[in-house]
């Protein structure tokens, strides 16, 4: 189970969802990885290069190996962020594979923003990247507003509700790989 999410601010509160989400698949049986924070900070995609960096190559290829993913945006003005935005264009380069895109893979969507207008746009707009790379979304996403609700240091919160909704999205995406497999 790969998560990918967060934001450049090393332990942003859309880092520790994306870490809540992540131990409810542990939980449930899966093993996990993380790409998050300053491993996002990549150059734009460029479908013509076929050069990558290190850390492009190290995406993609987490991406190419994981029977699921969960993926959580920040939301800016309504939107996912450039940084996840960008990070997801490069699953492009999965395009002629065996298992072309997201093709066959639960992805778990979590759009964490300060109002509910953002995070949930962006929880819409992740739902929606997930069906153009012929990913299938988990049947619960997550919307936090984290004018409402605030993880602390240890990836907990206060709000139960919220906690259990993530863990649970966490459990969707690895349920359905299990079964998948």
Known sequence: MLGIGGSLRE??????????ALAGAADAGAETSVICGQAL????????????????????????????????????????????KNALDYIEDLRSDRRPYLDGRAVGSIGVAHGWQAAVTTLDQLR??????????????GAVNTGEVKFDDHGGTSDEK????????????????????
């Open 11 to 20: 332990g942003s509160q859309t880092e520790r969802a994306l870490r809540v």
């Open 41 to 84: 900070n990549l150059p734009f995609y460029d479908a013509v290069a076929v050069e990558r960096t290190p850390e492009a190559g190290a995406l993609v290829e987490a991406i190419r190996e994981a029977d699921g993913l969960i993926v959580v945006s920040p939301g800016y003005h309504g939107a996912l962020s450039g940084l996840i």
């Open 128 to 141: 929606t990247i997930t069906h153009a790379l012929r990913g299938w979304p988990t049947p619960l996403g």
């Open 162 to 181: 919220v906690e259990h909704t993530l863990r649970l999205i966490g459990t969707q995406v690895t349920d359905f790989a299990r079964h998948r497999a």
